[in-house]
């Protein structure tokens, strides 16, 4: 329905302007009297007018499509497409290859190594001096049982985007450490050993809520001999919002439903040959080599369904199991209901599938 729209807007707002400056004693020179900056100077012009992410450094494709509002707050929804680029192994969104709907927010954390609640361990301060402490220390992270390397959580949500890491301590406790620095504070809690939710306070009071039951787990296998490690179980790695609360009592909540479903994040093989045998003396060559590797992916993912504001109005998510390249969801439509209950507007989404020469379909691109 949106689709069709924006032609025929388009399509009134050209005719209402030819309309309007139509001369009654047309001339025969129909050609318009402009005159362009030199191009050097037009280039760096136009690189101003366009937005750039402060996070990414890269340009900003936005199309914006609604905002539902109440007394006090306020959830904007639309669309960004990500100008970074299409990887090899990139896996499309729910609404499309390097699409993302911008509707909530979500906190995700990049696990390197293993994850930081569990296993992380403060450098000693001596670790330049050869001392046991030392040595405990080297030989644990040697036999992996030590996390030497914070994860990087990335959040966006209301219009915030950035990163941070927790730092250990040397009294043992983790503080937060946002990269860059914003007037953010970020709050957490454990459940069971292990990051259960998150508060992010903005400076204007209002309070966002991630988690709960709303946590994203991923379980990293991977075959082949000599290749990246398997996680022993599954690994918290995405916190959805869930709440927004004001100050004065306002709140926006979201609702979301939960799928299962895999999918291979990459494949590499490496070949070792001896080029000569002159080279590596006589017959003690190594015999040729092949190593596969492949490593899956099984996801707890979750979609929005629902985000309802106290005042009644709220947005509806309609998707579908149908995609041809992977079992996730895809959004094909979602509604917005006045507070009597009443069909506002709805907006439609379509898809093509590519392919490539296995005529196996790979990705789902966006049609808007």
Same mark, same amino acid.
Request: glycine letters at 6%.
């Given at each position: 329905?949106?689709?069709?729209?924006?032609?025929?807007?388009?399509?009134?707002?050209? /005719?209402?302007?030819? %309309?309007?400056?139509?001369?009654?004693?047309?001339?025969? !020179?129909?050609?318009?009297?402009?005159?362009?900056?030199?191009?050097?100077?037009?280039?760096?012009?136009?690189?101003? &007018?366009?937005?750039?992410?402060?996070? $990414?450094?890269?340009?900003?494709?936005?199309?914006?499509?609604?905002?539902?509002?109440?007394?006090? %707050? /306020?959830?904007?929804?639309?669309?960004?497409?990500?100008?970074?680029?299409?990887?090899?192994?990139?896996?499309?969104?729910?609404?499309?290859?390097?699409?993302?709907?911008?509707?909530?927010?979500?906190?995700?954390?990049?696990?390197?190594?293993?994850?930081?609640?569990?296993?992380?361990?403060?450098?000693?301060?001596?670790?330049? !001096?050869?001392?046991?402490?030392?040595?405990?220390?080297?030989?644990?992270?040697?036999?992996?049982?030590?996390?030497?390397?914070?994860?990087?959580?990335?959040?966006?949500?209301?219009?915030?985007?950035?990163?941070?890491?927790?730092?250990? $301590?040397?009294?043992?406790?983790?503080?937060?450490?946002?990269? @860059?620095?914003?007037?953010?504070?970020?709050?957490?809690?454990?459940?069971?050993?292990?990051?259960?939710?998150?508060?992010?306070?903005?400076? +204007?009071?209002?309070?966002?809520?991630?988690?709960?039951?709303?946590?994203?787990?991923?379980?990293?296998?991977?075959?082949?001999?000599?290749?990246?490690?398997?996680?022993?179980? +599954?690994?918290? $790695?995405?916190?959805?919002?869930?709440?927004?609360?004001?100050?004065?009592?306002?709140?926006?909540?979201?609702?979301?439903?939960?799928?299962?479903?895999?999918?291979?994040?990459?494949?590499?093989?490496?070949?070792?040959?001896?080029?000569?045998?002159?080279?590596?003396?006589?017959? &003690?060559?190594?015999?040729?080599? &092949?190593?596969?590797?492949?490593?899956?992916?099984?996801?707890?993912?979750?979609?929005?369904?629902?985000?309802?504001?106290?005042?009644?109005?709220?947005?509806?998510?309609?998707?579908?199991?149908?995609?041809?390249? %992977?079992?996730?969801?895809?959004?094909?439509?979602?509604?917005?209901?006045? @507070?009597?209950?009443?069909?506002?507007?709805?907006?439609?989404?379509?898809?093509?599938?590519?392919?490539?020469?296995?005529?196996?379909?790979?990705?789902?691109?966006?049609?808007?």
């Amino acid at each position: 329905m949106k689709k069709r729209i924006i032609p025929l807007f388009f399509a009134l707002i050209y /005719s209402s302007l030819v %309309l309007g400056t139509i001369d009654p004693n047309p001339k025969k !020179d129909y050609v318009p009297n402009v005159i362009p900056p030199s191009p050097t100077a037009s280039e760096l012009g136009r690189y101003g &007018q366009i937005p750039v992410g402060m996070f $990414t450094g890269t340009a900003q494709v936005s199309i914006p499509l609604y905002t539902l509002t109440s007394s006090q %707050l /306020s959830i904007p929804i639309s669309l960004s497409y990500s100008s970074n680029g299409i990887k090899v192994d990139q896996v499309a969104s729910w609404i499309g290859l390097g699409w993302s709907l911008n509707a909530g927010g979500v906190i995700t954390r990049t696990i390197r190594g293993q994850e930081d609640e569990k296993t992380s361990f403060p450098v000693p301060s001596s670790i330049e !001096d050869n001392t046991y402490e030392t040595h405990w220390f080297l030989n644990y992270v040697w036999d992996d049982m030590l996390d030497t390397e914070p994860d990087l959580f990335s959040f966006n949500f209301a219009g915030y985007t950035g990163s941070f890491i927790m730092h250990l $301590t040397e009294e043992q406790e983790f503080e937060i450490v946002l990269v @860059p620095f914003q007037n953010l504070k970020v709050d957490f809690e454990y459940d069971l050993g292990e990051l259960d939710s998150f508060i992010i306070t903005a400076p +204007d009071g209002i309070q966002y809520f991630f988690g709960g039951d709303y946590i994203e787990t991923s379980l990293l296998a991977s075959s082949g001999y000599n290749c990246s490690r398997s996680y022993d179980g +599954d690994k918290r $790695t995405s916190w959805y919002l869930y709440q927004i609360v004001h100050p004065y009592g306002d709140t926006i909540n979201f609702s979301y439903a939960s799928n299962y479903f895999s999918y291979s994040t990459g494949i590499s093989q490496t070949i070792t040959r001896a080029f000569s045998i002159q080279s590596c003396g006589g017959n &003690q060559c190594d015999q040729p080599s &092949q190593t596969d590797c492949k490593q899956v992916i099984t996801a707890k993912t979750w979609h929005l369904t629902e985000i309802e504001a106290s005042n009644g109005r709220k947005i509806i998510f309609s998707s579908s199991k149908d995609r041809e390249d %992977l079992g996730d969801c895809k959004l094909n439509y979602f509604s917005v209901i006045d @507070p009597l209950n009443n069909l506002y507007r709805t907006y439609s989404f379509s898809y093509f599938f590519s392919y490539n020469n296995e005529s196996t379909p790979k990705s789902q691109t966006l049609i808007y």
